[in-house]
């Protein structure tokens, strides 16, 4: 008896967050990403906390065309711990050669790449209309960081970034300063 009544209230529970789950509209990209003007670097203003970035700030990301046609990614931040920096090298592709706006990533070594574990998914889902700021995710929004072309944003513009991401049912109660100096005034 016991058994099926947890069976009755697991089933109960699993339904209802299928259901709260499919009350949120898929992720949305941009509709154009002109990977020229993309490339180059980006410094971290924000983020969702992550393990493979803990104990990290002043991240920044500088992405570079590789003679394949793919991108290779070079991600760097100060451990907070002591300030050394701390890097990781990786390579992404276009999946969605439409917008440009859905590419997945791996940082794994090159000979581990082909097994496709450890790749994500980087979606543009919000960028400045002068390639000034970017905001990426991936579908399930459990990952968000917001980029900047400079290591300080300006606060009318960060505002205007989280309307969108409200829109877009981020939980932003979550996204964290990832810079000693992120906004300025």
């Not at 924000?46 to 990290?56: E, I, L, R, T």
Request: overall charge positive.
């Amino acid at each position: 008896m016991k058994t099926r009544i947890c069976l009755i209230i697991t089933l109960f529970f699993s339904l209802i967050t299928i259901a709260q789950a499919d009350n949120v509209p898929k992720l949305r990209t941009v509709s154009q990403v002109d990977l020229n003007q993309y490339l180059g670097r980006w410094y971290e203003i924000a983020k969702f906390p992550n393990s493979f970035q803990k104990n990290c700030v002043n991240a920044m990301a500088d992405y570079s065309l590789r003679d394949d046609g793919g991108i290779a990614v070079l991600n760097s931040c100060a451990k907070v711990s002591n300030g050394e920096i701390k890097t990781a090298s990786g390579i992404a592709w276009v999946v969605d050669r439409t917008t440009n706006a859905k590419l997945k990533v791996t940082f794994l070594p090159q000979w581990i790449r082909w097994t496709g574990i450890g790749v994500g998914q980087y979606w543009v889902i919000d960028l400045g209309p002068n390639y000034e700021y970017s905001v990426v995710s991936e579908p399930s929004r459990k990952y968000l960081w917001i980029l900047s072309r400079t290591s300080k944003m300006d606060p009318e513009v960060y505002k205007g970034i989280l309307e969108r991401l409200t829109l877009q049912h981020f939980d932003l109660s979550k996204l964290v300063p990832s810079r000693t100096e992120q906004i300025s005034p």
